[in-house]
């Protein structure tokens, strides 16, 4: 698959940060809830620091049994007041 040098893509379809790109810059997520692993795609933190974040309380998510869903504005803000 030929890769776009601007913009990459995840697995689920989401824009993420190209290597060469800072952190400062804006990523728009294409969904409304994201999964751990696409909060950690689109901030450059692992899955565990995720999980860390969440169990503390600094990022809000929706629970549903197992799974974990971090609205995407949730994220906006956490980056915003934390990573800027």
Do not use: Y
């Amino acid at each position: 698959m030929k890769t776009d040098k601007t913009t990459e893509k995840n697995w689920a379809g989401i824009s993420t940060l190209p290597p060469q790109t800072t952190a400062l810059a804006p990523v728009v997520p294409t969904k409304l809830l994201l999964t751990v692993r696409d909060c950690s795609s689109l901030t450059s933190l692992s899955e565990k620091t995720i999980l860390r974040l969440l169990h503390r309380g600094k990022l809000r998510c929706l629970t549903s049994v197992r799974h974990k869903r971090i609205p995407a504005a949730e994220l906006a803000r956490f980056i915003r007041e934390n990573l800027c």
